[in-house]
């Protein structure tokens, strides 16, 4: 019983060290079954070499413990805010990949500079603003949630346009339809993160242009896309 | 039939990871066969991983396709106004490498500043001007071709003296007489992008003397040409 | 006697290639056997791949060699300042790894960014102050553990909050719990070190608030910790 | 016959693209039997993988083949002038490796800011002056070994105490007791050319004091060097 899922979620999180995008134990990734309302996530502190899919831990969407020995992701709360805000979500992952993890440091949206950007974000990847000290003592994984969906909200973003949002002064979360198709996100995040400080470190005041930008999401996402194969 | 064409143009796309010049699935060569009129060119969106010499797609220069059952690469236009207006080219490369990218994000010429851009470059590498949005609006990929032979001609630049171009907001396309020596061009490419933007950082108004750079490039490719065997 | 002693310092060495934190034989990892007042650590300018255990040299506190036919790591002195000065230490680190030593020559202070520096580092991670010439000049290795108490001492932080420290010039140590566990931190270290400076080159004046900070360490080392297995 | 000096040639050659050192087929090393007066030198422009120890070319310091079906490196006049000038060369490397070559493109020296550049480097690693278009258009590549010659005399530099140079505009040369020592300090030139970088990003007039440099220089070089085992 929920035996894939939990199997597509360690997969999907033993995709992070592949792809270069987690240090030691950090990062995780989940995957909800929307279905039945129960979220698969990562294990706290687990190394990966020695992650099975027993380790993995199903909860609930209140967060309680249906299956597994180990405590969850101390991120979990965050990802199950984001699950129920954003419904359209199939998995989500957070890392603290190096460069998206500069911008968060930086307090600074991830400005779209090119057609990389374009093609899987439309538009600036958003920073959200720093969690006051009373979001932080109480409920702060929950908070941390919060304030991204306030963010996407108060700047009227589709989550699915652009699938990833980097949390002040923290680092970033990515999501899609799966936990693999988040990993995937993240990792173009952490590309269009890295080259976006060295464009800026060549030519400070350029962006891409609107049309540019509509053309490259729209060929690839859009109702009439024609890239890849369908 | 034009299987040893498929099969080049197969080993010349896997060279991309090796080199790590792609992300995912980015980035697309082909080569021509100048005698038939055909070119054949990477699938559109497929994995590297689970290519194979079946997935080349051929087409002919209008981009009918001859053979093949995927989508050839999106970008295949722009293939094709290359291989008509620079009869020169027998193998075309585009990827969205990493530091090349940056300066095609910044808008700018990547300079040449040393002698391993002057070994395979002539000169500074052309940054093409930025599509308008009637030409981004309607057959977008042809007119990023038409821009490229434009910027050339504009420029009076002899395309085998310098096998690549960076388009405005968006990447770099290399070529060569074949696939393969289109991928090494592409190699050294992202090399010196990613020297220049070091220099610059620490020297801001360097650039390589023309004396320097003209012998370079004539030791390997001028008439008395002696570097290499022979 | 000491055998487990010298496999862990052997495999704790034995890491910082595997870690990406050494350039050909520099570095050392030292443990200590407090009931005994032993000291083990690597050999001097010896290879990564061709040591063995029986070339992990014991020492005691003062430095004289209880075992062993190498000469111990040239950096000892400092090592065994620390045991002394430091009792909570079991395991001390050296290495020139490449952007926390940026930081080292740079003479300044490693600043607090972000919350994957909290989860490790209690603060700004400290630089001395540059050794005087008499410093140097008698003494060196042992004055230089001397002016890292001196910096702990003068600023009031607790060496277990912030287990790692830049020498002015020169470049980091870090310690911990066992040899492993200040690699572990090490590689921390880097990494904070690497994001450091990206981020400084994007937003100069940013800084991590202190609520987030101690929200960060707590949760991961407080006495009401729940990041993790327990 | 001098089958162990071309075997020694071929290993310190596949140490290049082993450290990362190389793009390709750029770069070249060297070693001189003292006592033969005969000189064992990569071979012009063959790719590392297929490189054989019957590969590798015999010259004369006159620059004639002695042994050898294929053209010695274009750059072996610049070796040649090297070893006539400094006696006390065993080996030298000339690469393109990627730092040290943006200090070159850069005009100018490699600043020593820390004790990793004093371990192996007394003061700055000078850049030499550019060449004049004379000297570029007639005997390029011997006249680039008189113009390092010419830097290290006008500075009383003496070349053991720092084994690497950078050409203006070029690429660094490195040297040693053999081949393979020669590839150490270009591995070692190549990390502290990148440290520098990144060190003057953060703070631009810092430079290491004459005290500190001196004594990692001479506790490694000097006398009564203690660093290592003897």
Not at 27 to 46: F, H, L, M, W, Y
Not at 185 to 203: H, K, P, Q
Request: with cysteine.
């Amino acid at each position: 019983m929920y035996q894939d899922l939990k199997e597509r979620v360690l997969n999907a999180n033993l995709k992070l060290p592949e792809y270069g995008l987690v240090t030691l134990t950090w990062g995780n990734v989940s995957e909800i079954d929307r279905k039945q309302g129960v979220v698969a996530i990562k294990p706290s502190g687990v190394e990966y070499d020695a992650m099975t899919v027993n380790d993995i831990v199903l909860v609930d969407l209140d967060g309680y413990i249906i299956d597994g020995k180990l405590n969850p992701s101390s991120d979990t709360a965050t990802h199950l805010e984001l699950y129920k805000s954003f419904p359209q979500l199939g998995g989500i992952v957070h890392t603290h990949s190096h460069n998206a993890t500069v911008w968060a440091q930086a307090e600074s949206d991830i400005p779209a500079l090119g057609t990389t950007h374009a093609d899987y974000f439309y538009g600036d990847i958003p920073c959200t603003r720093l969690l006051s000290p009373t979001e932080i003592s109480t409920e702060y994984e929950k908070n941390t949630g919060l304030v991204i969906i306030e963010e996407f909200q108060r700047r009227d973003i589709d989550p699915i346009a652009v699938p990833s949002v980097i949390v002040a002064g923290h680092g970033p979360f990515s999501w899609g339809k799966s936990g693999l198709d988040a990993v995937h996100n993240a990792v173009v995040l952490e590309e269009v993160a890295s080259m976006a400080i060295a464009t800026r470190s060549i030519n400070n005041g350029v962006h891409i242009k609107k049309e540019l930008s509509d053309k490259h999401y729209l060929r690839k996402h859009g109702v009439n896309a024609y890239y890849g194969q369908r």
